[in-house]
């Protein structure tokens, strides 16, 4: 990869974004669900049955809870730290994608193909809400960027790596760890008639590797659940969603009137700066492949396309969807749109570039000086030097690309530095958490209201209720809402009121809260009481 000032600078500018991000406080629901899972699992220090408040856990594979656990034991319990293994699994991704874009294209291809990926917005906030879908990213290209090179080379490591990457994505999120390069290479064999790919001896070596691999998550599924365990793994979990065989569909979470398209949109804002890149490179590539009658010339590949098509379209019929659920085809989305990019040097697509470029600008400063007003001199500084060197490329059609790159950097800069920082201060389950910690009570309950971020922060799991208790002892923390707080009232309860917190649910940003002007409109409160005699 090229080491030239500039570039080691953007690095750097990248490195700090994604640094900041690490010392956000873990988002309710799932993130702090994964976190709370995994300080359990370290307390306890059963790694094969995972669970969770004490119950059995079974909806994801263990990975995220195994690493995270381990960086719990060995560096505490840290916002960092349950983010550490993530953003290394990130930074595989991105490595994997440059070293299998550069088997087949030029080095300036490969190089923006890796930086669209590490500095789309999907891999920001990916890092900063932290599930498991952020190390299946780097796997699945870890294990593709493998397979590629292992049929060039025919190199028996190429076979161990190609296992290791198989069996981390599963072991992140299930089988589709495994559907999405099965799904890329086979169209390219198929498309090339290369049947003697498809009927090669070692991939029954790659096989039982990943069998002996998944072994201690599989031993740990079949103690804990029985023969379901397994079925849930290897079906329900994934294909279920598609068949309805997921409980989860029923349950009328993540449904949208418009369920075919939701990952349309959701595609176009989470890729950006670079989806019109990639949504052209897509067409392109169609258009070529249809042009040609399906025949892929020598030294082509279609694994990028199909690779992101035919995966895309089998989560878009899913009645169960959530925004990151396609971030794991991002890395062939980064290929295509490096690929059309390339050739960009004027026209349309040049001035939306730069255009955008200009409102995340904006949309940053935006957010320091108005919705979320900076409270640190040096996030300004920072600021100054990536917003800079935008307002400097810009204007210089040659260097649109670094633009583009500095202002999604420049506007994830002032979000993981100063606003989200802001914006966790109104997730009251991590505040109260932190207080109750602080505090160490003899006794603490949840009456009307919890949240994982709660027993995460508070370092043990305090039970909850939905009725006062009908004794009480002195000197007992309560978090609770307004609702927990007239029964305590009418119980005649005898409390004194320690803290109101702020309370609103920070994954779900809408206008209304960013905007300060009708932002107390749109929050709650939530309190942490203290029993008295």
């Given amino acids: 990869m090229p080491r030239s000032i500039p570039f080691i600078l953007i690095l750097l500018a990248m490195a700090a974004v994604y640094i900041a991000g690490l010392q956000v406080d873990v988002m309710d629901v799932d993130a702090s669900q994964y976190a709370s899972i995994s300080q359990e699992m370290m307390q306890h220090g059963e790694y094969l049955q995972v669970q969770h408040l004490g119950q059995d856990y079974l909806d994801k594979p263990p990975l995220l809870f195994w690493t995270s656990a381990l960086a719990f034991k060995?560096?505490?319990?840290?916002?960092?730290?349950?983010?550490?293994?993530?953003?290394?699994?990130?930074?595989?991704?991105?490595?994997?994608?440059?070293?299998?874009?550069?088997?087949?294209?030029?080095?300036?291809?490969?190089?923006?193909?890796?930086?669209?990926?590490?500095?789309?917005?999907?891999?920001?906030?990916?890092?900063?809400?932290?599930?498991?879908?952020?190390?299946l990213v780097g796997a699945v290209i870890f294990a593709i960027w493998q397979i590629a090179d292992y049929l060039r080379t025919g190199s028996w490591l190429n076979i161990l790596g190609i296992a290791v990457g198989l069996a981390l994505a599963m072991l992140a999120k299930g089988p589709i760890g495994l559907m999405v390069p099965v799904l890329a290479f086979g169209s390219d064999w198929v498309f090339k008639r290369q049947w003697h790919n498809i009927l090669r001896w070692q991939w029954l070596i790659v096989i039982l590797l990943v069998g002996i691999l998944l072994s201690p998550m599989l031993y740990g599924l079949y103690q804990q659940h029985g023969s379901f365990g397994p079925y849930f793994y290897f079906w329900a979990q994934s294909f279920g969603r598609l068949t309805g065989d997921n409980p989860f569909i029923n349950s009328g979470m993540g449904k949208q009137p418009w369920s075919p398209l939701f990952f349309v949109h959701t595609f176009l804002w989470s890729f950006l700066p670079w989806s019109l890149l990639a949504v052209a490179g897509l067409w392109v590539g169609l258009k070529g492949f249809f042009k040609n009658r399906f025949r892929i010339f020598e030294g082509e590949e279609v694994i990028t396309l199909w690779g992101f098509i035919l995966p895309f379209i089998a989560l878009s019929f899913s009645d169960y969807k959530l925004p990151h659920y396609i971030y794991v085809l991002f890395p062939f989305a980064a290929i295509l749109a490096a690929r059309f990019a390339s050739g960009v040097s004027k026209g349309p697509f040049l001035w939306a570039q730069q255009v955008l470029a200009l409102l995340l600008l904006m949309l940053a400063v935006g957010l320091g000086l108005w919705a979320f007003p900076v409270q640190h001199i040096r996030v300004w500084l920072v600021f100054a030097v990536i917003g800079g060197g935008v307002i400097y490329f810009v204007w210089d059609k040659d260097h649109w690309f670094t633009a583009c790159l500095l202002a999604i950097l420049a506007a994830n800069w002032m979000l993981n530095a100063s606003s989200y920082p802001q914006?966790?201060?109104?997730?009251?389950?991590?505040?109260?958490?932190?207080?109750?910690?602080?505090?160490?009570?003899?006794?603490?309950?949840?009456?009307?209201?919890?949240?994982?971020?709660?027993?995460?922060?508070?370092?043990?799991?305090?039970?909850?209720?939905?009725?006062?208790?009908?004794?009480?002892?002195?000197?007992?923390?309560?978090?609770?809402?307004?609702?927990?707080?007239?029964?305590?009232?009418?119980?005649?309860?005898?409390?004194?009121?320690?803290?109101?917190?702020?309370?609103?649910?920070?994954?779900?940003?809408?206008?209304?809260?960013?905007?300060?002007?009708?932002?107390?409109?749109?929050?709650?409160e939530r309190y942490l009481v203290q029993v008295v005699e």
Avoid at 90 to 110: D, E, H, M, N
Avoid at 468 to 478: E, F, N
């Fill in 74 to 135: 060995v560096f505490g319990i840290h916002n960092w730290s349950y983010k550490l293994f993530s953003l290394l699994f990130s930074l595989l991704g991105v490595y994997s994608t440059y070293r299998f874009a550069k088997l087949y294209y030029p080095q300036q291809i490969a190089v923006w193909s890796a930086l669209m990926l590490g500095s789309c917005q999907a891999m920001f906030l990916i890092n900063n809400d932290v599930r498991t879908d952020t190390m």
């Fill in 423 to 524: 914006i966790m201060q109104y997730q009251s389950t991590s505040m109260a958490g932190r207080d109750i910690a602080s505090a160490n009570p003899p006794e603490a309950m949840c009456l009307f209201a919890r949240g994982h971020a709660f027993d995460y922060y508070a370092g043990r799991f305090w039970p909850y209720y939905e009725a006062v208790p009908t004794s009480l002892a002195a000197g007992t923390y309560i978090y609770t809402n307004q609702q927990g707080l007239d029964a305590l009232y009418q119980s005649q309860t005898q409390i004194d009121i320690i803290k109101a917190y702020p309370h609103y649910k920070v994954t779900a940003l809408t206008w209304a809260f960013i905007n300060p002007a009708t932002r107390a409109e749109k929050v709650g």
